[in-house]
């Protein structure tokens, strides 16, 4: 796969793939963080078919999810990004966003998020980009207000009545 990165002052983002899935099946499994993400804790064979579609939809697309990892160490933090949505009448692409526990609340989702929905002015061509909020999620709403995002109406998607935000236009 070719490996854009992205830089920021305290993180490297590179393309989450199957070189993740260590780090990645045990951010998923950890039911803490996953509480409001569509489907759960997920197990690694569930976490590696998700990574293989992302390293296809960064080769057909040229954008995808991101592995963030700390600049200095290389620790794994998360992953972020942009993912198809076929649910949501009217959008193309979802913004996501998961952290590991132990950097919440220290401004590196914020950080991570500038930093992709930036880069993404260049690589995806639609005019704007939803996100999906659970909404018992608390901190949901207001991180993605915080990074540019306004919310719609509420949507039933994914089985769920989930709140619905999007970006400005990006063009």
């Known amino acids: 796969m070719d490996a854009p990165s992205l830089r920021t002052k305290r993180l490297v983002l590179l393309p989450l ?6 780090e990645a099946a045990a ?6 963080v996953m509480v409001h993400i569509d489907g759960g804790a997920r197990g690694r064979s569930i976490t590696s078919r998700l990574l293989q579609a992302n390293e296809r939809c960064w080769k ?33 692409v979802e913004f996501s966003m998961v952290i590991g526990r ?17 880069d993404a002015r260049g690589r ?8 999906l909020v659970h909404p018992d999620s608390a901190a949901g709403g207001p991180f993605l207000r915080r990074i540019g995002f306004r919310r719609d109406d509420d949507q039933f998607v994914r089985g769920e009545t989930l709140e619905v935000w999007h970006t400005q236009r990006l063009g």
């Open 17 to 22: 793939g199957s070189a993740d899935l260590d």
């Open 124 to 131: 995806f061509s639609g005019n704007q980009i939803h996100a």
């Open 60 to 92: 057909t697309e040229g954008w995808g999810l991101w592995a963030i990892r700390d600049a200095t160490s290389g620790a794994f933090i998360g992953q972020s990004g942009l993912q198809r949505i076929p649910e949501l009448q009217d959008a193309d």
């Open 27 to 32: 951010l998923f499994a950890d039911p803490r």
């Open 102 to 118: 132990r950097n919440w609340r220290l401004g590196i989702a914020t950080e991570a998020a500038n930093a992709i929905l930036y």
